[in-house]
C-alpha cells in the first residue's frame, strides 16, 4: 500500500509540474506585461502622432545583432538619435547576405529599460514581417517610430535593439 500511495504522489507531482511548464509562457507574457519587464515592443504598427513636445528630447539608441553564425552585415543608419516625444522619424537598417543561398530574416526588437517599450510607436517596421533576402545581397529596411509624449520624464535615453535571425528553415516549412 504504502509504494502505491508514494506511485500515486509522484504521478500527481508530475502531472503539476507538466501542468506549470505548461502555463508557464503565458503567465510570463502577463507578468511582463504588469511590471514592464522584458522591453517587448509591439508586433504591429501605431496610429500617427498626435502632438509634438518640442520642450523635451529624448535619446534613443539603436544596437543590432545577428544570431550566431549568420554572417554578412545588419546596422543602422544611425546609432544615436535625439527627438521630441510625438515627433516622427525614421531609420533605414541595412542587412546583407553574402551566402549565394537566398535567405528568409526575421528581426525581435527589444527595448532597454523595459518600461519605455510601451512608449515606443512604431507607424513601419521590417520587424513586422519575415524579410527575405537573396544571395550576395543588400536590402535597406525601414522602421518609422515616434516616442509617445507620455513617455515618463525619468526616461531620457533608451535603447531598441535588434537581433537578426534566419529562419529559412521554419518558412521553407510553411509554404
Known amino acids: 500500500m504504502n509504494t502505491v500511495k508514494k506511485a500515486r504522489r509522484l504521478g500527481l507531482v508530475a502531472l503539476a509540474m507538466f501542468g506549470f511548464g505548461f502555463a508557464l509562457v503565458p503567465l510570463y507574457d502577463v507578468f511582463c506585461d504588469i511590471t514592464g519587464l522584458n522591453g517587448k515592443t509591439a508586433s504591429t504598427a501605431a496610429m500617427t502622432a498626435q502632438g509634438v513636445d ?3 528630447l ?3 539608441e539603436f ?3 545577428q544570431h550566431t553564425g549568420l554572417g554578412g552585415e545588419f546596422s543602422p543608419s544611425v546609432r544615436r538619435l535625439a527627438v521630441h516625444p510625438g515627433e516622427m522619424h525614421r ?3 541595412t542587412v546583407t547576405n553574402p551566402g549565394v543561398d537566398s535567405r528568409v530574416l526575421r528581426a525581435i526588437p ?3 529599460p523595459g518600461r519605455a517599450a510601451g512608449y515606443l510607436r512604431k507607424t513601419e517596421c521590417f520587424c513586422f514581417e519575415e524579410q527575405p533576402l537573396d544571395g550576395r545581397a543588400r536590402a535597406v529596411m525601414p522602421m518609422s517610430f515616434y516616442v509617445d509624449e507620455a513617455l515618463p520624464a525619468d526616461i531620457e535615453v ?18
Open 54 to 56: 518640442e520642450a523635451r
Open 58 to 60: 529624448v535619446t534613443v
Open 63 to 65: 544596437v543590432t545583432y
Open 91 to 93: 531609420v533605414d537598417f
Open 110 to 112: 527589444s527595448v532597454s
Open 158 to 175: 533608451f535603447t531598441l535593439s535588434y537581433t537578426l535571425y534566419d529562419i529559412s528553415e521554419q518558412a521553407a516549412g510553411q509554404g
